[in-house]
């Protein structure tokens, strides 16, 4: 009777260097594939595109293999409108071959916000809200041209707010570049009438003087005279 070979001997430990072998080899051939798809080893440097337009960097970026992703829209006065704000990643950044570059754009338009979403489009925004209150909506939608004009008044709330000339309405949508003006009442009211009425009244405030005495006698009714000083210094009583 023959010996039976080495995988007749060991059928175990040959199935299992057989599924090794199997493994490496799928895993020779991921990593091939990985490499072909993902370039491996190859690289390339991002190109500068902020400061240009949008268009502009557009091109540049797709000439070089990049594909484009626009992050966001923010408006900055400083900024020309249409023109890259922030690009990532950076100039100068080594990459893979294809990445995405993400780009902040400066739009053409500055937001636009309401200052009263209270829903009644007739009524004045902000009107009778107290100045501090109204100040800091203001400045918490973004506000930063902001001018306050008092008016005379019995307290200190917003009378009108105007954005670059006009009242602004609830539910108005404004620019958030306009120029604000905050009118505001000033509080001195009532001080201006007690002011109004001593000079048209000089015994405005003052105490009243008392009406002279009366007295009653037998029915009759007498004024109480001042006492009047005689010659013999006696005095005398009517």
């Known amino acids: 009777m023959k010996e039976r070979g080495f995988i007749g001997r060991h059928p175990v430990l040959t199935n299992f260097i057989i599924i090794i072998l199997v493994a490496i080899a799928g895993l020779g051939i991921v990593y091939l594939t990985f490499a072909i798809f993902t370039r491996h080893g190859e690289s390339s440097v991002v190109p500068g595109v902020e400061k240009m337009s949008y268009t502009q960097a557009i091109e540049i970026l797709h000439s070089k293999g990049f594909k484009v992703d626009i992050r966001d829209s923010l408006y900055k006065e400083d900024e020309k409108p249409g023109y890259v704000i922030e690009q990532f990643p950076k100039s100068n950044s080594v990459v893979k071959p294809g990445r995405k570059i993400f780009l902040y754009i400066n739009a053409v338009h500055p937001k636009e916000v309401v200052i009263d979403e209270d829903n009644n489009p007739r009524e004045d925004a902000l009107k009778s809200t107290s100045f501090r209150q109204g100040r800091a909506r203001l400045e918490e939608l973004g506000f ?15 009378s009108k707010i105007y954005a670059d000339g006009k009242v ?3 539910m108005q949508k404004v620019p958030v570049n306009a120029r604000i003006v905050m009118e505001v ?14 000079d048209l009244d000089p015994g405005y405030g003052l105490p009243q003087e008392s009406a002279p005495a009366e007295t009653e ?8 005279e001042e006492p009047v000083e005689s010659e013999s210094e006696s005095i005398e009583y009517y």
């Open 144 to 158: 930063k041209n902001i001018r306050v004009v008092k008016i005379l008044g019995e307290n200190d709330c917003i």
């Open 168 to 170: 602004v309405k609830k």
């Open 185 to 198: 009442f000033d509080g001195n009211l009532e001080a201006v009438r007690d002011s109004l009425q001593s």
């Open 217 to 224: 006698n037998s029915g009759e009714t007498y004024q109480v």
